[in-house]
């Protein structure tokens, strides 16, 4: 064929850019004066500075396994991978093997030799290897405002709700409710008041609202209803929701469309429709209709 002349092989993808390798029986270079055959791996796809591995193994076809390879795979991160700059960039071998000896190696058989070819891209990022590590404990805020909440300790507003009373600090719900904020410290509020009569909010669905705005996860509806009732967890939730929406919770508010979508069936698709519909949950509401349009969920 000539120096400089090659055989390549079908395009292949690996790591998410494409590859070729090219074999150049008479070598790759004129200098080269056809003593050797070289072998490159070419990016063939758009790219920059990808750092990749790279294996070439001249199969032995004898079957005696004799395989010649050359590797990068066995180097460390640091220094083995080769940095490919742009599309067409190639590494490889221009002296991969003396032409005279492949021609009379047990890697030729009728005419031809197979070369298997292995590339690993690395996309990690280096670091530097650790000396030490220091374990960091996981936030434990909401069980500390959660126990604050529940000693009284500091306790600045008292909210009468039916027949129960709950005590809570008014910066932190203020912190957490708009409409808290408002109504303590707003141009209309007062920051003085000592006492709120609540109306609108069950006393269940009062204290589990509180656990949540101190805590800040989903409160325990069995715990504080005392009953495993599918039914009341549901009809619990549901006043949940309509509490969330009016003291502005939006993280609370989504929680329980989530709990109310995974409690979903015929019993209680309409009123949940009703109450996604009332307070806006267009995710809830979604749910609903799809559910009621599938036959088989009515029953």
């Known amino acids: 064929m000539g120096p400089g002349k090659c055989i390549a092989s079908d395009i292949f993808t690996v790591g998410g850019y494409d590859w070729a390798v090219y074999f150049y029986p008479d070598g790759k270079n004129p200098e080269d004066t056809a003593m050797y055959v070289s072998v490159f791996i070419a990016l063939a796809s758009e790219g920059t500075d990808v750092r990749a591995l790279f294996e070439l193994t001249l199969v032995d076809q004898s079957g005696k396994g004799k395989h010649k390879v050359h590797s990068h795979f066995d180097r460390a991160l640091e220094s083995g991978p080769y940095t490919l700059k742009y599309r067409g960039s190639m590494w490889g071998y221009k002296r991969f093997y003396r032409r005279t000896t492949l021609e009379s190696s047990d890697y030729i058989k009728d005419d031809c030799l197979i070369m298997n070819c292995t590339v690993g891209v690395v996309r990690t990022r280096l670091e530097g290897p650790k000396q030490c590590s220091i374990h960091v404990l996981p936030s434990d805020m909401g069980q500390n405002l959660k126990a604050l909440l529940e000693s009284e300790v500091g306790c600045d507003i008292t909210f009468q709700v039916g027949d129960e009373a709950f005590k809570a600090h008014k910066l932190i719900l203020a912190a957490r ?42 409160p325990d509806i069995q715990e504080i209803t005392g009953s495993g009732s599918t039914c009341m967890s549901t009809n619990m939730v549901q006043h949940l929701l309509a509490a969330a929406d009016l003291y502005n919770l939006d993280r609370l508010k989504v929680l329980c469309e989530a709990k109310l979508c995974e409690k979903l069936n015929a019993d209680t698709v309409a009123t949940t429709l009703a109450l996604a519909e009332q307070h806006h949950c267009s995710q809830l509401k979604a749910v609903c209709l799809k559910f009621a349009a599938t036959p088989a969920n009515l029953g």
């Open 177 to 218: 409710s708009p409409v808290f904020r408002a109504q303590f410290f707003g141009l209309v509020g007062d920051p003085n008041i000592d006492k709120v009569v609540v109306k609108d909010v069950e006393p269940s669905v009062f204290k589990a609202m509180l656990l949540f705005i101190y805590s800040d996860k989903f």
